[in-house]
């Protein structure tokens, strides 16, 4: 769907882009790893090399990864609501409310908005306020 708002659509972490990136980083170390071994083991073939290259760059690589993983989860957690709150989108469509209850949709006008919930992390769950007629995000909130 096409965007004429001006404002992104709602960024959840893509896991299955996360999964790939990982595995391409570790296969990157393991090959690495393997040639550094083949120089310093210069009788080693490079099979041998890649199973030794494994074993060392595992152990280390994949608490890391979670790790890594963690924070960058967590620090979309963090930052979900910067800019996009109810009063952010008050501020900028006042017309969209009347006595400060929601009226309509900034985009097409319609008064129906449902919940979508973008994410858990320790910093709440993460609930993306979309128009029912047109898809936008009108706004974002946090249930604690």
């Given amino acids: 769907m096409d965007r004429t708002d001006g404002q992104e659509p709602a960024r959840t972490p893509n896991i299955k882009k996360g ?7 570790l296969l990157t170390y393991i090959a ?7 120089f310093v083991l210069p ?4 099979v041998g090399s890649i199973v030794l290259a494994g074993f ?3 152990p280390i690589y994949i608490p890391y990864s979670i790790w890594a993983g963690g924070r960058e989860i967590d620090k979309w957690g963090e930052n979900f609501l910067t800019g996009r709150t109810r009063a952010d989108y008050l501020e900028s469509n006042p017309d969209s409310f009347s ?8 985009q097409c006008g319609e008064k129906s908005v449902y919940l979508k919930q973008l994410g ?9 306020h979309i128009c029912r007629g047109c898809g936008t995000e009108l706004w974002r909130s946090n249930l604690s």
Avoid: P, W
Wanted: some cysteine; charged content about 20%.
């Fill in 19 to 25: 999964i790939n990136e990982m595995i391409k980083r």
């Fill in 32 to 38: 690495l790893v393997a040639v550094a071994f083949m």
């Fill in 56 to 58: 060392v760059v595992m």
């Fill in 120 to 128: 858990n992390t320790k910093h709440g769950i993460h609930q993306g």
């Fill in 43 to 46: 009788d080693a073939n490079f």
């Fill in 99 to 106: 006595n400060g209850k929601f009226k309509s949709c900034h």
